[in-house]
């Protein structure tokens, strides 16, 4: 089995730095565009099946890969496992804006020490929704399907490949996975191995993608 692991495409969330979580934003014309783009380099590819968090984003990017490969009829399975990580008092929270030290505490722990971070305020932790995409990833490892599309987030397809990484201590591999970055992982008689050469690989202009990861990053120095 090969699994083709998607992130979903731009959101003006994303574009603003604003914390997203479970608000469900739809994609922008910038995230249409690049889920497009990416589409076109999948249209010989014959999926048997496509896996989609119930959010918006994750849904429409779905919708837009399966409609441009070479199986337009693909079914689209909605699984809540793989949304993205509950980020309970902190959603919709402009991370450009003023910040209490609180505030400042918790998402210095998340993007640099997520494996140290506690669980979001009613919502999650990297544990959280590492053991929820984790339980999708190794279900669906046993399935008989041959190609599959899963429609995922950044955080969550972190938590869902942890284990597949070299180094799971090393969380975030120095980056969020840019809009619309796919992960290849195959699966050979229940063995998953991810394909590093491949490792979060995009299929557009890179001067289309903004890198708020970084700039979201330096300001926790």
Known sequence: MRIYIIRHGETIANKDQIFQGWSDWPLNEN???LAELTADHFKDVKFDVCFSSSLKRAKQTAEIMVKGSANPNT???VDDRIKEINGGIYE????KGKMKPIDVITFVSFLKFPHLALRFKNGESIRDIEKRSQNFLNELAK???ETVLVSTHGCCMRAMLNKLYDN??????GHVPFNCAVNIVDVVDGKM???TKDED???YDKRYCEDLFESTKARFK
């Open 201 to 203: 690989k995009i299929y």
């Open 75 to 77: 079914p689209i399975i």
């Open 31 to 33: 995230g249409i565009k």
């Open 143 to 145: 399935k008989d399907y």
């Open 92 to 95: 919709g929270f402009n991370l």
């Open 168 to 173: 799971p201590g090393e969380f975030w591999r």
């Open 193 to 195: 191995n991810l394909v």
